[in-house]
């Protein structure tokens, strides 16, 4: 069983900071990709930062603000946020792509992040 355990969501003033996290357990494929989406209300779902063995990307609304590292011994993936915005209020979607024979995609359950003062 595959699964993405999300965790480090919450309410937070603008100009505040957290760390999302996501723990991969149970996938028996190579991982060659790791990141999170996000996704408001009425919004589309968008990509806000990556990571591979060839470097990280990010989305222009986040560089600079944002940074994703991962731990591969723990198949683990984080995303600091520094910053925050009330723009940056949406769900957060952990992801890890896999490759074996066939591609492989799997999604964490999300965690809200909300930015109000």
């Known amino acids: 069983q595959v699964q993405l355990v999300e965790s480090g969501g919450g309410l937070v003033q603008p100009g505040g900071s957290l760390r999302l996290s996501c723990a991969a357990s149970?996938?028996?494929?190579?991982?060659?990709?790791m990141g999170w989406y996000r996704q408001a209300p009425g919004k589309q779902r968008e990509l806000v930062a990556s990571?591979?063995?060839?470097?990280?990307n990010y989305a222009d609304s986040v560089l600079g603000r944002f940074t994703i590292s991962r731990d591969n011994a723990k198949s683990t993936v984080y995303l600091q946020m520094n910053s925050l915005k009330p723009e940056d209020t949406a769900v957060y979607y952990c992801y890890v792509a896999a490759m074996g024979v066939l591609k492989y995609n799997y999604w964490g359950q999300g965690t809200q992040v909300t930015v109000s003062s």
């Open positions: 990571i591979t063995s060839g470097g990280t």
């Open positions: 149970g996938i028996r494929f190579s991982i060659s990709a």
